[in-house]
Structures are given as C-alpha cells and as structure tokens.
C-alpha cells in the first residue's frame, strides 16, 4: 500500500502525508487535528516533552516544524483527543488499520506513549542516525537562552528536515 520512498522518509510535508495515508485517512486525521487544536494548547506538548523530542522547547509557541513533523507526530493523538474528536467508532477503527503496515521492530515503552508507532526518530538517538542531532541541540540553546527568536529558530530548524 505505501511507496517505499515515503515509507522511509522521516520529515513530511501534507501532501507526502496524504499520499503515505490516503485521502481517507487524511480527512479523518484533519478531524482529529481540529479537535487537537482545542485539547492541547493548555497541555503544552506534554507528549511532546515525554518522548523526548529533541525540537521541543516549553517556551515554543508550537512545534518548530509543524509542516515538516513526522508521521510519528502527524498520526499521534492522545486519549484526550480520541475521546474529544467527533468521529463514530468505525471511523476511529479505520485510524488504527494504516498504522499495522507500517510497524516494525518491537514495541517497547516509546510505543506507549506514542502507542500507534513504536519508535521515534526525532529523541537523541534518531537525530543522531540523520546525522542532525548537534545542529539542532545548538540551535534550541540559542533560542532558550534567548539569542535567537522564535521565527528565527523555525525557519533553521525547519532547514534541517528535508529527509
Ligand atoms: S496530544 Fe494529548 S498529550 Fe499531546 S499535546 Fe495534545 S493533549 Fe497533550
Ligand atoms: S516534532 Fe513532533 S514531538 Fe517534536 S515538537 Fe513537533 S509535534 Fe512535538
């Protein structure tokens, strides 16, 4: 069902999304999104923080690179959110089935927290096998120490995920 040059990419733009996922699968993710978008804000990325996102900062406004994060993130929701999205059973069934395909590897405790994937490539380890994980630590100190502005550190962070 997947290309395998998507199924490989890491960063993803909306429309690599929507051709890894389908159309339908895109749709019921946009529902999901939209309640997303009154359930997390006064969350602050706690999921975010949890799985050790090297891109995440408490003092972001969002995520540095909304329209480049990964399918990790783009088909994560959380309880909070499943319950809160208005869509019937069958629709939130349909949301597990793509995600057995692309599991590999064993589930472990990454897999819990992001239940529907089980590991995540944006902790120290995946950044380092991109090979990005020093440009990226470097940037978030600049920012966090305030020598870079949040729309400065986007536009670089966002430089780095281009695979
Ligand atoms: S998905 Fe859930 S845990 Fe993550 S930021 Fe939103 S409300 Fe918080
Ligand atoms: S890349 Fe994913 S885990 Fe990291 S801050 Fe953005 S949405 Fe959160």
Same mark, same amino acid.
């Given at each position: 069902?997947?290309?395998?040059?998507? &199924?490989?990419?890491?960063?993803?733009?909306? *429309?690599? /999304?929507?051709?890894?996922?389908?159309?339908?699968?895109?749709?019921?993710? =946009?529902?999901?999104?939209? $309640? $997303?978008? @009154?359930?997390?804000?006064?969350? &602050?990325?706690?999921?975010?923080?949890?799985?050790?996102? #090297? /891109?995440? *900062?408490?003092?972001? *406004?969002?995520?540095?690179?909304?329209?480049?994060?990964? =399918?990790?993130?783009?088909?994560?929701?959380?309880?909070?959110?499943? @319950? %809160? $999205?208005?869509?019937?059973?069958?629709?939130?069934?349909?949301?597990?089935?793509?995600?057995?395909?692309?599991?590999?590897?064993?589930?472990?405790?990454?897999?819990?927290?992001?239940? #529907?994937?089980?590991?995540?490539?944006?902790?120290?380890?995946?950044? $380092? *096998?991109?090979?990005?994980?020093?440009?990226?630590?470097?940037?978030?100190?600049?920012?966090?120490?305030?020598?870079?502005?949040?729309?400065?550190?986007?536009?670089?962070?966002? %430089?780095?995920?281009?695979?």
């Amino acid at each position: 069902m997947f290309k395998d040059t998507l &199924n490989t990419k890491i960063f993803l733009t909306d *429309s690599d /999304f929507e051709e890894l996922f389908g159309p339908r699968i895109t749709r019921l993710v =946009r529902i999901m999104n939209k $309640a $997303a978008g @009154t359930v997390c804000p006064p969350c &602050n990325g706690f999921c975010c923080k949890n799985i050790r996102c #090297l /891109f995440y *900062s408490e003092y972001f *406004s969002t995520c540095p690179i909304f329209d480049r994060r990964p =399918r990790e993130c783009r088909y994560h929701f959380c309880h909070e959110v499943f @319950t %809160a $999205a208005p869509l019937n059973g069958e629709e939130k069934d349909m949301l597990q089935q793509p995600v057995e395909e692309l599991i590999c590897g064993d589930r472990g405790g990454i897999a819990r927290l992001f239940f #529907l994937f089980p590991e995540f490539p944006l902790d120290e380890k995946g950044l $380092a *096998s991109l090979g990005i994980k020093g440009e990226v630590e470097q940037l978030m100190r600049e920012f966090e120490k305030g020598r870079l502005d949040e729309k400065a550190a986007f536009v670089q962070l966002k %430089a780095l995920c281009q695979g």
